[in-house]
């Protein structure tokens, strides 16, 4: 399984509504894709910008869901939200 944890860059002032209605909806939509298992919002408890956790079966499937079309349009609708942009951290599971 492959997890990425996405550390969101500041959401521009007066966008915070926006971004939480963007977000739900970008799940809907990726849980559509092959492989996504789930995507969950952090925020955080002492200021500070949100981060995402998105897990999905492996690599391969992360990879066909972020090169898709649904992924180029939530990129083009998130980003005028954002001063920066979102840095993603990639891990994979560890089997004990």
Do not use: C
């Not at 996405?6 to 959401?11: A, Q, R, S, W």
């Not at 391969?60 to 993603?88: C, N, R, W």
Request: cysteine-free; hydrophobic content about 40%; proline content about 7%.
């Amino acid at each position: 399984m492959l997890v990425s944890i996405v550390f969101f860059p500041p959401i521009k002032e007066g966008k915070d509504e926006e971004f939480r209605k963007w977000f739900a909806w970008s799940n809907e939509e990726f849980a559509k894709q092959k492989g996504f298992i789930g995507r969950r919002l952090l925020a955080p408890r002492e200021g500070g910008n949100y981060a995402a956790i998105v897990e999905h079966e492996s690599n391969e499937t992360f990879q066909a869901m972020h090169s898709s079309p649904i992924h180029d349009e939530a990129q083009q609708k998130v980003l005028p939200l954002f001063d920066g942009y979102p840095k993603p951290h990639f891990y994979e599971v560890v089997k004990l």
